[in-house]
Each structure stands twice: as C-alpha cells, then as structure tokens.
C-alpha cells in the first residue's frame, strides 16, 4: 500500500492482529497459575505506530487475581473480543471500499 490512508489502516490492522493473538493467548492460559493477563493499549500504540516504534505488550493493572496468582478473567476476554472484532470489520470495509473505489477509476464509471 503506497498512501498514507492504507499505511494507516494497515497499521491498524497489524494491532487488531496483534491483540487478537494476546486475547487467544490470555483465554488458553485461563488456568495456568501465575499467568498474567496481556494486552496492548491500543489508541497509544496507534499512535507510536507512525513513528516505527514496535507495540509494547504489557500486564494488564488491576485485575482480580485468583488464589493461583492467575488473574485472567473470560468475561474481560470475551469483551475484548467483540471489540477487536468491531475494529478489523470497520477497518477491513474501509480497505475493502477502497479497493472497489481504485477498481473503479481503472475500469472507468460503466454506469
């Protein structure tokens, strides 16, 4: 991708990526003693993203942590789920309706 509108939006989807595989990671440790719950705090490593710098993967504050020292919780999982999935379908329809758009000015408005 060559403007910056598609740098930004893949980017974007690189995070939603990457936080996708960090949930996946948090629920199958959803039982490991001592796991700690990951995550990215997103619109900040948007932000770093122009300039290059790489995401920084952090323990996430204030969870309840179990007897076992584990504080991933399914409910927060499942939450952040939902939202990353919202992120990649708004990201990939603007992809998708710009794609269609430069499909168009090289076919020519047939219409």
Request: charged share 30%; net charge negative; aromatic share 4%.
């Amino acid at each position: 991708m060559v403007d910056p509108v598609s740098n930004q939006l893949e980017r974007y989807m690189d995070l939603v990526s990457m936080r996708q595989k960090l949930v996946a990671a948090n629920i199958a440790n959803a039982d490991t003693p001592g796991y700690r719950t990951q995550d990215i705090d997103f619109q900040t490593e948007l932000r770093n993203a122009e300039s290059g710098a790489q995401p920084r993967v952090v323990e996430v504050p204030d969870l309840k942590v179990k007897n076992d020292g584990n504080d991933v919780s399914i409910d927060r999982e499942s939450r952040m789920l939902a939202e990353n999935d919202l992120r990649f379908r708004l990201a990939s329809g603007l992809l998708k309706d710009k794609f269609n758009l430069i499909k168009q000015a090289i076919q020519g408005d047939k219409t």
